[in-house]
């Protein structure tokens, strides 16, 4: 029986490609392109691959002979993968010490397993792409440039994209194996990506900071991380010189006017003195003080320390403005002539400073003067009209930047009447800097006020050591002292009158009770849970002896007679040159820029005494000491990608593997012999080579549409009309 074949496609040729045509020997295809009577030619509506018959099938190769390696590279690349896993789980927060089992780093043993699993799964895919062309070619009738680009996708990414257009006109699942192939670029940089160091705080046992703390402090192997806190204050103490003994009536106002008394047994000068109190008091009035300087003590071997919150007694400061009080006036006056040596009478002028030295060029003058005033405080700051009067700090002259009062009776303060743990308010008006710089005039200065105050506390402390810096924050405070706390029957009615003072101005008794403040409010119950202790004693003794040196540091050393004598009063002025020379604690307020921080680090400054004073004993916080490891840190969202990445190379491995087997042909992948042997005949392989030796073959290509043929288990690619098109549902 005698079949006609599909006319092939020509291409017009040149005569210089004709005459190589001629040149081309007629292959013999009588033999190849005779059909067999029993196969039916292709149908244009089924596809073009008979059901072999059962001496084929049981000639083809097994599955596991036609596919061991692919199977074997699939076990690879899985096993390498589970071994990647494996260690991403087994040391992901993991310290970068405890890998120890190899002389590989993790990362270099990860990079290793990743790359054995992207070259497994890259040879799978690239066999099954192989084979996907002779799949391709038998089921479909289809250009014969998609069999090229099969076998190109086979080699790498580029050749896939080049796939992927063939996919446009087709949709096949193929297309994974060609988009695996060009994901796989990505596969071992995003798993690199995975692995990260970081440093992470781990808390040491007590016995690893023992051990840590014995190299500097051999006598003390059982140390903690601790931090320094007041528990109980009590310092200084009654003098047994009888000098300084003895009975006083002190005598006050009731509140009908009758006079009341108490005997007082001691006096102010009988405490014995505490340096370590002076020295703070002194060192927090100092401008030169930083906060470092006012940090507790704690030691931290290891440089980072926590603690839990805790309490502890300190001394807190509170700062209030006062601006808006101040009431502004201007007049003119004339200065009484100044004859020196001596002192003005009634007729000193309105002026701060009124030290006649101060006023010596002034004498005679009809001059302006401003003065501002805050009438609730008694207190007044006024200068000359015009600039500032003073060539240098050492010279006498009028010019007052600053004036203050100073009181421990919170009844006596604009801010602090109810505050009855207060030891001591100062209220003051300042100049601004510009006048004493020189840069304004007095009538044009800015002035402002403001009354601060420093009183005991207790404190709730969060803190922390970071880098051998100390971070310590108050979170909670309480100053309301328990009553009856400091509280004797004997002069009960004068605390009523002196509204609750600390300061019983000099006359003492004994056995007042000690001073107790206790954390209770709202939140007591939650609070005491947490805290270790919830009230805190202060003795009569520590009282005196923080309100003496507080005192002192605030009377005139050399006071001379005049109206520039402030000793008792407890008003004073600076710089006050030309007259008695401020007190100590004065002049660190008038060489301060800022009185308000000032303020502050001289609470500091008590706190941390009276904090240090304890910091051998049982009070101090036990805290936990960290130390900073570096650890392996994997970030999962890395190994997505990778693992979808298998997971879609897997799938498609198995339905070429499955489809390969379905149609029961030959597993011929990547053969070069394999396609020589199933190489097009007659005038398709006449005219492919004409276009090869004129470089048409791509245009060949494109435009010959073909399909395998079977005939006797022989298989050839065959052309095919485009009529002949199979339509797919």
Known sequence: MTLSTPSPQYISLSPQEALIL????????????????????????????PVPPNDEFEAAHSFIHSWWLELVALCVCLGSF?????????????????????????????????????ASLAFVISMCLSQAKWNWATRYIEPLVDFERFDAASRGPWGSLRLMRSFLRRPHWAALGGFTSIVLLAYEPLIQAILTLEDQPTVVSSTDYGSLYNLSNPQNTNALAEIARSSFLDTGFWSAYSNVR?????????????????????????????????????????????TQNLWPAFTCTTGNCSWDNYASLAVCSSCLDLSERIKKSTRIITVSEVALPGTFGDDAPDVSNKAMEANMDMGGQRISITKHKIPEVELELSNYHGKPRCPAIRNGCPDTYLTAKVTTNPGHTVSFGELDTMLLAVQFLQANESWQNNQSFWEDTTVTSH??????????????????????????????????????????????????????????IDHLSDLQIAVIDENYNSRSKNLSQVSFNITEESIVSVLKN???????????????????????????????????????????????????????????????????????????????????????????????TLAVGIIFAALSIWDTQRIKRRAWKDSALATLAHAPAGAFKANLQAAAATGKIAEIGKASEITMQYRDGLGQLELTSKEDRPRLS
């Not at 005991?456 to 880098?467: K, L, R």
Request: with cysteine; aromatic share 10%; glycine share 10%.
């Open 246 to 290: 003895g009975l006083g009536r002190i005598e006050f106002p009731g509140p009908d006017g009758k006079k009341l008394f108490y005997q007082s047994n001691l006096v102010t000068s009988a405490i014995q003195d505490d340096m370590g109190l002076a020295a703070a008091i002194w060192s927090g009035f100092s401008p030169l003080v930083k």
């Open 451 to 508: 009354e601060c105050s420093l009183y005991f506390c207790v404190n709730e402390y969060e803190a922390v050591v970071e880098e051998g810096i100390l971070h310590e924050k108050v979170v909670s405070s309480w100053k309301r002292r328990n009553r009856p706390s400091y509280h004797n029957k004997e002069v009960e009615q004068f605390f009523d009158y002196a509204n609750e003072t600390l300061d019983m101005d000099g006359a003492w």
């Open 22 to 49: 001629e040149r081309t020997p007629e292959p013999d295809t009588h033999s190849i392109s005779s059909w067999s009577s029993d196969g039916p030619p292709p149908s244009s509506s089924s596809p073009t691959t």
């Open 550 to 644: 507080l005192k002192d540091g605030f009377t005139l050393q050399d006071c001379l007679s005049g109206p520039n004598c402030t000793a008792k009063s407890g008003r004073y002025i600076y710089p006050g040159l030309g007259g008695p020379k401020p007190p100590g604690l004065m002049t660190g307020l008038g060489e301060t820029g800022n009185i308000t921080l000032t303020f502050e680090n001289v609470a500091l400054s008590l706190t941390k005494w009276m904090r240090d004073r304890e910091f051998s004993s049982s009070s101090t916080a036990s805290g936990n000491a960290t130390t900073t490891i570096v650890i392996t840190h994997v970030q999962w969202e890395f190994l997505g990608f990778p693992a979808a």
């Open 82 to 118: 589970s071994g990647l896993l494996y260690l991403l789980l087994a040391y992901d927060g993991k310290p970068i010490s405890e890998w120890t089992q190899f002389p590989l780093s993790l990362n270099a043993l990860v990079s290793i397993l990743s790359g054995i699993s992207r």
